[in-house]
Nanobody
Framework: VQLQASGGGLVQAGDSLRLSCASSGRTFSRFGMAWFRQAPGKEREFVTRISSSGGRTDYADTVKGRFAISRDNAENTVSLQMNSLKPEDTAVYYC????????????????WGQGTLVTVSS
């Protein structure tokens, strides 16, 4: 599966931003999808994931209540709505996929998209 992320940019603290990830292939609905991020000088970290059907979601404590993941299996897309952004949310955001489900551990992720940079100014 190929993943293409988009939607990053420069925003101010408190603003909102929506990231999208488009997937190729006809089996998108069989993949669990996730977003990870990597801040400068830090390791890649889990942000959120969604089950293949979209019925279950999971969030890192740092973004819970501010970020929302969703997917459209008809359009082969997964989105990340980010609200109340903080400077510490600044990072390159990556979408990821796993057959059936996707791990919260970056080392165990099967497929990665290229990153999209989100910069939040204070």
């Amino acid at each position: 599966v190929q993943l293409q992320a988009s939607g990053g940019g420069l925003v101010q603290a408190g603003d909102s931003l929506r990231l999208s990830c488009a997937s190729s292939g006809r089996t998108f609905s069989r993949f669990g999808m996730a977003w990870f991020r990597q801040a400068p000088g830090k390791e890649r970290e889990f942000v959120t994931r969604i089950s293949s059907s979209g019925g279950r979601t999971d969030y890192a404590d740092t973004v819970k209540g501010r970020f929302a993941i969703s997917r459209d299996n008809a359009e082969n897309t997964v989105s990340l709505q980010m609200n109340s952004l903080k400077p510490e949310d600044t990072a390159v955001y990556y979408c990821a996929a796993g057959w059936g489900s996707v791990s919260r551990t970056p080392e165990n992720v099967d497929y990665w998209g290229q990153g999209t940079l989100v910069t939040v100014s204070s």
